[in-house]
C-alpha cells in the first residue's frame, strides 16, 4: 500500500496538457483482460452481446468505442462481476471471473476501479467522504494521512475546493470528476470508466483525459475506457475496439483505425449519419409504426 | 366452471407468491444479521442511523401518546363513571397502553414515520448505482448500508413505544385528575397495585421487540428488494407501510393469544 502511495505522491497532480506521457511501464504484454466469444442478454428475449472477443494487455489503455445501446456498459458490468456472461469467457489475469470464488471475487474487485457512467457518488457523504470512502473501507491509513490523501485525488481532478459540498450541490461534470478521484482512490490496477469525458467542457475534457494516460503509466495501470468522445481517445489511448450488434467490428491501434477505411470506423471517426451503424433502437419500419401509415 | 378453476388457480398462485416472498425474507434476514458484524464494531454508521430512524422519530411518537392517553381518560371516564369505578381509571390507562397501544400505534408510527424513510433511501440508492458502486468497490452493501439501519430500528422502537406509553399515562393524569377532578392517589395507587411488571409490562416489551424486527426487516427488505425505477422506490415506500402496518396487527393478534391468562392478576 504504502509504496503505491508512494508513487502517488511522486505524481505530479496537475497534468500538463500537451503532449502524451508514453507508458514507461507498459507492463509485460501479457493480457489482463481477455473476452472470448462473451454472449450476454438482460433478458432472455434480447441479445446484447453475441460474441464479442477483445482482450487488453497489461498496463494498457484501450477504448472501447460504439453508438449508443450497443453494450458498452455492459461489458463493463461483465468485467466486475456484477452480471455473468450466458457463455464464452470472461477471463481477469487469465482467471475466469464466473468461475471465481467468492473470496476471489472480493480481491478481484478490491484491485479494481469502476467509474459508473452516472457517477453513483454517495449522497447522503460529502465529496470527500465519498473519495474518502474506499480508503476508509480497505485500509487503517490515519487520518491525518487519509486527509491528504484524498485532498490529493480531489486536486488531479481540480476539485480541492470542492470538497465539503454534497453531491447535490455539484454540476454534472463536477460530479463526474469527483468520481473518477473516488475511482482512483486506492490506485486500482485495473480501471474501468464509462464514458469520463461527459458532460465536461473542452478545458476539462483535455485535463481528465491526461490524467487517465497518466495514471495508466505512472501507476502501472491497466484501464478500459468507454467514450463517444474518438477525438480524444485518439489521443490519448493504445488500442481501440469498435463494438456494434453485439460484436466487436473493428479493431486496432490509434495509427491503424486513423486510416482505416473500414466504413464503419470511417463513419465513427467523421461522424456521418449514414453508414452501417444505426442510429435507431430496432423497431418496425417508421411507415407501420405511425398511424398513418395503416389508413 | 373454467373461471372457478381459475379463481383458484389464482389463489393459489398468490399463496405461493407469499410463501415465496416469506422464504425470500427470511434468507434476507439471515444475510442481514450475518453482514451485522461492522455495524457494532463501527458504532459511527450505527449511531447515524439510530439519528434518523429513532430520534427523528421522537416528536410524532411523543405528540400521539400524549393525545392516545387523553382520549383514552376522556372515554374510560364515560363507561367507568356508569359503573362507579373511576378511580380504576388509572388502570384502564396504563394496562390498555402498556399491553397494547403502546406497541402497536409506536410501532404503526414508526413504520410509517422511519420505515418508509429506510425503504426510500435504500430504494434511491439502489436506483442511482449507489449500492452496484459499492459492490464493486467489495464493499458489501448488506453490511454497509442494510444492516445499521435494519438494527437501529429493532433498537429505536421499543424505546419509542415505551416512552409512546410513558406519555400516554402521563396524558390520561392530566385529563382524568387535573381535567375531571378524579383522586390523584387512587389513579396513581390504583395503577401501582394493579399493573403488574412482569406480565403487563414485560408482555408489552416482548411485543414491541418483536414488531421492531418485523418492521425494520419489511423496510430494508422493500428497500433492497425495490424495482430501480421513481415508482419502483414509490411503490416499495408504500408496501412497507402496508405490509408492516398488517404484519404489526396480525402478529399482535397472534403474541395476545399466547399471552391471554384469562384471569385478573391470577
Ligand atoms: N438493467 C438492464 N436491464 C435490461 N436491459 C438493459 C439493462 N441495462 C441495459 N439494458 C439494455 O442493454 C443494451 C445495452 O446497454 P448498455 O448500457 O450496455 O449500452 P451502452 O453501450 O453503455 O450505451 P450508452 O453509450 O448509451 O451508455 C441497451 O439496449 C439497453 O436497452
Ligand atoms: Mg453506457
Given at each position: ?24 511501464n ?11 466469444d ?5 433478458t ?19 477504448a ?29 489475469s ?15 474487485r ?24 474506499p ?5 487503517d491509513?490515519p ?12 486536486n ?19 460530479a463526474r ?8 482512490a486506492?490506485?486500482?490496477e ?10 465536461l ?16 503509466d505512472?501507476l ?21 475496439y ?26 465513427f471517426?467523421?461522424g ?12 418496425k ?11 | ?25 427470511s434468507r ?8 451485522s ?9 450505527l449511531?447515524?442511523?439510530?439519528y ?5 422519530s421522537?416528536?410524532i ?5 400524549l ?10 371516564y364515560?363507561?367507568?363513571?356508569r ?45 442511482t ?6 459492490e ?9 448500508v442494510?444492516?445499521?439501519?435494519f ?29 375531571i377532578?378524579i ?6 395507587g ?5 399493573v ?7 408482555n ?20 433492497y ?9 414509490s ?10 402496518a398488517?404484519a ?8 395476545t ?10
Amino acid at each position: 500500500m504504502s509504496k503505491r502511495i508512494d508513487k502517488i505522491l511522486v505524481m505530479s497532480s496537475s497534468p500538463t496538457p500537451d503532449g502524451v506521457a508514453q507508458s514507461e511501464n507498459a507492463g509485460d504484454g501479457s493480457p489482463m483482460i481477455e473476452l472470448s466469444d462473451v454472449a450476454f442478454g438482460y433478458t432472455k428475449a434480447r441479445q446484447i452481446l453475441s460474441g464479442v472477443t477483445l482482450s487488453v494487455p497489461k498496463g494498457k489503455l484501450v477504448a472501447v468505442m460504439g453508438g449508443s445501446g450497443c453494450g458498452k456498459t455492459t461489458i463493463l458490468r461483465l468485467l466486475c462481476g456484477q452480471h455473468a456472461a450466458t457463455s464464452g469467457r470472461v477471463k481477469v489475469s487469465g482467471k475466469n471471473i464466473d468461475e471465481m470464488s467468492r473470496d476471489e471475487l472480493f480481491s478481484h474487485r478490491r484491485r479494481l476501479g469502476m467509474l459508473f457512467q452516472f457517477g453513483a457518488l454517495f449522497t447522503d457523504m460529502t465529496v470527500f467522504e465519498n473519495v474518502a470512502f474506499p480508503i476508509r473501507e480497505h485500509t487503517d491509513l490515519p487520518e491525518p494521512v487519509l486527509h491528504d490523501l484524498v485532498l490529493m485525488k480531489l486536486n488531479a481532478v481540480g476539485l480541492r475546493g470542492a470538497a465539503h459540498l454534497k453531491p447535490s450541490e455539484l454540476s454534472g461534470g463536477m460530479a463526474r470528476r469527483v468520481a473518477l478521484a473516488r475511482t482512483i482512490a486506492l490506485d486500482p490496477e485495473l480501471v474501468l470508466y464509462d464514458e469520463p469525458f461527459a458532460g465536461l467542457d473542452p478545458i476539462s475534457l483535455s485535463i481528465v483525459g491526461q490524467l487517465i494516460r497518466k495514471l495508466n503509466d505512472a501507476l502501472g495501470m491497466t484501464s478500459i475506457l468507454v467514450t463517444h468522445d474518438i477525438m480524444e481517445s485518439l489521443k490519448i489511448v493504445d488500442y481501440i475496439y469498435f463494438i456494434a450488434d453485439g460484436k466487436v467490428v473493428a479493431h486496432g491501434d490509434v495509427q491503424t483505425i486513423r486510416q482505416s477505411s473500414d466504413p464503419f470506423v470511417k463513419q465513427f471517426v467523421n461522424g456521418e449519419p449514414d453508414g452501417p451503424v444505426r442510429f435507431h433502437y430496432p423497431a418496425k419500419p417508421l411507415a407501420d409504426a405511425f398511424s398513418a401509415g395503416r389508413v | 366452471m373454467s373461471a372457478i378453476l381459475g379463481w383458484f388457480a389464482g389463489i393459489g398462485e398468490r399463496t405461493r407468491g407469499a410463501i415465496a416472498r416469506l422464504g425470500f425474507a427470511s434468507r434476507f434476514f439471515v444475510a442481514v444479521v450475518k453482514a451485522s458484524g461492522s455495524t457494532f464494531t463501527r458504532p459511527r454508521l450505527l449511531i447515524r442511523e439510530l439519528y434518523h430512524a429513532g430520534v427523528l422519530s421522537l416528536v410524532i411518537v411523543l405528540m400521539s401518546g400524549l393525545f392516545v392517553g387523553m382520549v383514552l381518560a376522556l372515554q374510560g371516564y364515560e363507561t367507568l363513571v356508569r359503573f362507579g369505578a373511576t378511580e380504576a381509571m388509572g388502570v384502564l390507562v396504563a394496562l390498555s397502553l402498556v399491553r397494547e397501544l403502546g406497541p402497536v400505534v409506536a410501532g404503526l408510527l414508526f413504520a410509517s414515520r422511519a420505515g418508509s424513510a429506510i425503504t426510500a433511501e435504500i430504494g434511491l440508492m439502489k436506483t442511482t448505482e449507489q449500492l452496484a458502486a459499492m459492490e464493486v468497490m467489495a464493499v458489501n452493501p448488506i453490511a454497509r448500508v442494510v444492516a445499521p439501519r435494519f438494527w437501529a430500528g429493532v433498537i429505536s422502537l421499543p424505546f419509542l413505544a415505551a416512552l409512546f406509553s410513558t406519555l400516554g399515562i402521563y396524558g390520561g393524569y392530566l385529563v382524568a385528575v387535573k381535567l375531571i377532578g378524579i383522586d390523584g392517589g387512587a389513579f396513581w395507587g390504583q395503577m401501582q397495585a394493579a399493573v403488574d411488571w412482569r406480565y403487563d409490562v414485560m408482555n408489552g416489551v416482548i411485543k414491541s421487540v418483536v414488531f421492531a424486527f418485523a418492521v425494520s426487516l419489511i423496510a430494508v427488505l422493500e428497500g433492497y428488494d425495490a424495482t430501480p425505477t421513481a415508482e419502483g422506490v414509490s411503490a416499495a415506500t408504500t408496501r412497507t407501510v402496508v405490509t408492516s402496518a398488517l404484519a404489526i396487527l396480525a402478529i399482535d393478534f397472534v403474541l395476545t393469544v399466547f399471552m391471554f391468562r384469562g384471569s385478573v392478576n391470577g
